[in-house]
């Protein structure tokens, strides 16, 4: 997924590893690149330019700590910045509240709502215990039921029989209430979506959370969706409120600068990725491990985390490896 933002960062951040004192024209000319990969790599202008401003910030006069090159403190420096843009802690779907959990998903239409709601309840059912219920609120796409339907046979998930005629907020009350009745632990709503966001969909779902009362509401977005991946997250989070990112097509060659743009801009966590087509493809979000990823340079990361564990364990009065040298 992040192939390309790698390389690029790669390259720029090795170029800096073998200096020894860096300057400022040095951080300077770094993340000037470093810039141009994360704009290449469809990060948000206003994603990237806080993100530089910030890097250079603490790279600018960083305390270079004994046995460690300038250059290996920046890419450290860049590696903590990109784990803060990812959100810190990994965070999956939370379930602490009374049953049933009403988890609502939304987002635009072909972003693989459907799928992703089957992948959920399935991981739920299988990994957490929980009886789930799955119900489709599409009334617009009689086979997103009917796709909804299968996905159920094909897990052996429970689904809402389906009644025509009936609008989305009736069938989210009718699914609340057949999950409580039917003794669901979490009940799972799969609400239309649009090609693009238009008003009569952002009513809609306001009134299905009004309804249904989730307790979660995943917004669930194509990891290949450019520049838009911002306007996106932040017109669904203003109009209803989301709980957390669900990324589908990580698998994708695309370029990865959604992931990074919409957590940063909503301050949702990202709480799974799909990583392919089959049912059970479904990932926790670990925003260090992605961090990584992104830089290939976990070496150099965890050779400046050893040498200033050592300057800790110096100023405490303990002694780093090798007899307190503080050398790694």
């Known amino acids: 997924m992040f192939e390309s933002l790698q390389e690029r960062l790669g390259t720029i951040l090795n170029g800096l590893t073998g200096r020894g004192a ?8 770094a993340l000037r690149e470093v810039r141009r990969a994360l ?10 330019r806080a993100f530089t401003d910030r890097v250079r910030e603490k790279a600018v006069g960083a305390e270079i700590l004994k046995s460690i090159k300038p250059g290996q403190m920046v890419v ?17 779907v939370d379930l602490n509240a009374p049953a049933p959990v009403v988890i609502m998903m939304v987002g635009l239409q072909g972003s693989g709502k459907t799928t992703t709601s089957g992948k959920i309840a399935l991981r739920l059912t299988n990994r957490d215990r929980k009886k789930v219920l799955m119900a489709s609120l599409d009334t617009r796409r009689p086979a997103a039921q009917e796709q909804l339907r299968q996905l159920g046979v094909q897990t052996g998930v429970d689904t809402l029989p389906i009644i025509s005629g009936q609008s989305p907020v009736d069938i989210a009350a009718r699914a609340v209430q057949a999950a409580r009745l039917g003794g669901h632990d979490v009940v799972i709503l799969d609400t239309a979506g649009r090609t693009h966001i238009d008003e009569p969909l952002m009513i809609e779902m306001a009134d299905i959370k009004k309804k249904a009362n989730p307790h979660e509401i995943l917004l669930v977005a194509d990891a290949l969706t450019g520049q838009d991946a911002v306007n996106l997250a932040r017109n669904f989070d203003d109009r209803v409120g989301i709980t957390g990112l669900v990324l589908t097509r990580m698998d994708g060659d695309g370029r990865g600068g959604a992931a990074l743009s919409m957590r940063a801009v909503t301050g949702k966590p990202v709480k799974l ?11 926790e979000f670990h925003p260090r491990r992605i961090a990584d990823r992104i830089l290939g340079m976990g070496d150099i990361v965890s050779l400046v985390e050893k040498a200033a564990e050592n300057i800790d364990a110096e100023k405490s009065g303990g002694h780093g490896p090798e007899d307190g040298q503080g050398q790694v």
Do not use: Q
């Open 22 to 29: 860096l300057s400022d024209a040095d951080v300077s000319a």
């Open 39 to 48: 704009l290449e790599a469809d990060v948000a202008l206003e994603v990237v």
């Open 273 to 283: 990725i799909g990583s392919g087509e089959k049912m059970t493809e479904l990932e």
């Open 76 to 92: 450290k420096i860049v590696h903590d910045e990109l784990v803060e843009m990812l959100g810190t802690e990994s965070s999956t």
